[in-house]
């Protein structure tokens, strides 16, 4: 099984700020170090994180994920990824997951193998590397990052971070506190599941222009908005790096704006809130 060092994560994460400077969002009092591995439908990457700026301290390392994504095979790979590094015991560990996560366990299991399905991924993970582990949802974990360290810093109230991508991933943060698994891309709307027909696969595979797709994320994000009165919408996902083609299209009363911190925010967000959890 393969593995590198990627020096080229994202230019745009050194753009991150610092966490003194988050105000309500700032995980208070947090310094030093926690470690954070994003488990991908295919590949599984992790790096040390510096607290304080949301940076890796580290090169990031990724191993392609293992097929079939079972629940042993996944927690070797995580547990390879781990051991390329020299970590403390006691560093926090989070990792972020393709599911719906309630107290550790997977409640669903996408991109990875069903056996997942009421699998403690907490143990499975721990059981592997020798450490403690705090597992959360990829779209939670990308949205909290941005909260912190990304588009989202400082803001007060309730922030909405939308990930478009195979589906559509949500996080929402109210007062830098995240309320976790809320899955709003399964929302029902005029008679269809929300993603099936805005998340950026649907653009894809239907060969829509950016103006036809964002007349489907104008109808997804008003019902949101309306549900939910944010302050603030980030949108995330690969498709965000084209933002200047499809968000000036959208006529919403929220403040919408692209993410910062692209790929590096799964491991940025498990690795802030596994510190979180273990203070």
Known sequence: MSKHHDKSHDKDHDKHRTADDAGATAPRGEAGTAFGIDIGGSGIKGAPVDLSTGEFSADRVRIP????????AVAR????VVDAFQLPPELPVGVTFPAVILHGVAQSAANVDKSW????VEEVVAQATGRRVVAVNDADAAGYAETVYGAAHGQKGVVLVVTLGTGIGSA??????????????????????????????????????????????????????????????????????????????????TR????????????????????????
């Not at 790979?77 to 390879?80: I, K, S």
């Not at 103006?211 to 939910?228: H, N, P």
């Not at 919408?256 to 203070?279: K, Y």
């Open 65 to 72: 994920t293992p097929q079939p994504a079972t629940p042993d």
């Open 77 to 80: 790979t995580v547990a390879e």
């Open 117 to 120: 399905i009421g699998t403690n």
């Open 172 to 253: 929402l943060i109210v007062d830098g506190h995240l309320v976790p698994n809320t899955e709003l891309g399964h929302l029902e709307i005029d008679g269809h599941d929300a993603e099936s027909r805005a998340a950026d696969s649907a653009r894809e595979r239907e060969d829509l222009d950016y103006a036809q797709w964002s007349a489907r994320l104008q109808r997804y994000f008003r019902v949101v908005e309306d549900l939910f009165w944010p302050d603030l919408i980030v949108v995330g996902g690969g498709v965000s790096k084209h933002h200047a083609k499809f968000l000036p299209l959208l006529d919403l009363r």
């Open 256 to 279: 919408i704006v692209p993410a910062e911190l692209r790929n590096a925010a799964g491991i940025v967000g498990a690795a802030a809130l596994a510190a979180q959890a273990q203070r």
